[in-house]
């Protein structure tokens, strides 16, 4: 029998013992490396102007990779002390780093607004044409809210990987999230395990990290470093530098999300893609003290 055949059959056994619907086709077949423990995908909200100007020579400095999710809302078009132009986001792109869609206007997904993503998507695409970088293959969820009736919008745009926060684990709006687990997560649900804002230490940023087992993946999500117009998600320059040179001490392998690729099958989904959420929602509220 053909090698490749008995990888995909391999792959449908497995799908189907662990609950997991496998996407058909040839595709599906491609034989992937396991996920190595100590992976940290770094993630970069909102176009803020320090990714560019603080973050991009860290970064550089130690080799990560990270993906940068631009939108052109807030005052992005005007403020350039804050946000970035296109060209310094056209130059993370050349160096290497992943552009990802953060939307527009920075339009939260809901029922009232689900129409309008479509459109969303488009003009960031069509901007990132305009500067020469490919048409971006995640997206990060605005204010971290969620809409599963998003998912096949998202699909059908090309849209492989996608982050949100640590909502609806835990209240929108913290820190805290849960680490990635390929398979049960959908690829287009991925938790952040940490958001950093003001208040987030050190020692929690270790816990986060510490947080993953074998075969997880822990995603951070940031914001400025430092923030502008938003001090609510303000993580220092001097913080943020601790962050990064305990991540390359402790080697830990730091990439984009589109670089997961490697490890996990985007096409491969949960049938459920809420049965992981519920599941860490119950261990939650077992373990509060009473
Ligand atoms: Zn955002």
Redesign the pocket.
């Known amino acids: 029998m053909n090698p490749n055949r008995i990888v995909a059959i391999l792959v449908a056994l497995t799908a189907f013992f662990t609950g997991v619907a496998a996407a058909t086709g040839e595709e599906s077949a491609a034989v992937l490396e396991p996920l190595p423990d100590k992976v940290v995908v770094l993630t970069f909200?909102?176009s803020v102007r320090s990714h560019y100007t603080v973050a991009r020579p860290i970064l550089q400095c130690y080799g990560f990779g990270a993906t940068f999710?631009i939108?052109e809302g807030f005052t992005f078009a005007w403020n350039k002390t804050d946000y970035m132009t296109w060209e310094e986001i056209a130059s993370l792109d050349r160096a290497g780093f992943e552009i990802g869609n953060?939307t527009r206007d920075?339009k939260g997904v809901s029922p009232k607004t689900i129409e309008q993503l479509e459109a969303q998507l488009a003009a960031i695409d069509q901007s990132c044409e305009e500067h020469g970088i490919a048409k971006p293959v995640s997206f990060?969820w605005?204010?971290n809210a969620i809409e599963l009736e998003a998912l096949p919008i998202l699909q059908k745009h090309g849209m492989q990987w996608a982050r949100r926060g640590g909502f609806p684990e835990y209240p929108r709006g913290g820190e805290r999230g849960f680490p990635y687990e390929p398979g049960l997560d959908h690829p287009l649900l991925i938790p952040s395990a940490g958001i950093p804002r003001p208040g987030y230490t050190f020692e929690e940023f270790v816990e986060t990290l510490e947080g993953a087992r074998d075969g997880e993946a822990v995603v951070l999500q940031f914001?400025g470093v430092p923030e502008g117009e938003h001090p609510w998600v303000h993580v220092s320059r001097a913080t943020f530098e601790r962050f990064m040179a305990y991540l390359a001490e402790h080697d830990f392998q730091v990439i984009a999300l589109r670089d997961l690729a490697r490890y996990v099958d985007w096409r491969v989904e949960p049938r459920d893609p809420m049965k992981i959420v519920e599941a860490r929602k119950a261990k939650l509220a077992a373990s509060v003290i009473p």
């Open positions: 909200d909102d999710f939108t953060h920075h990060a605005p204010g914001h």
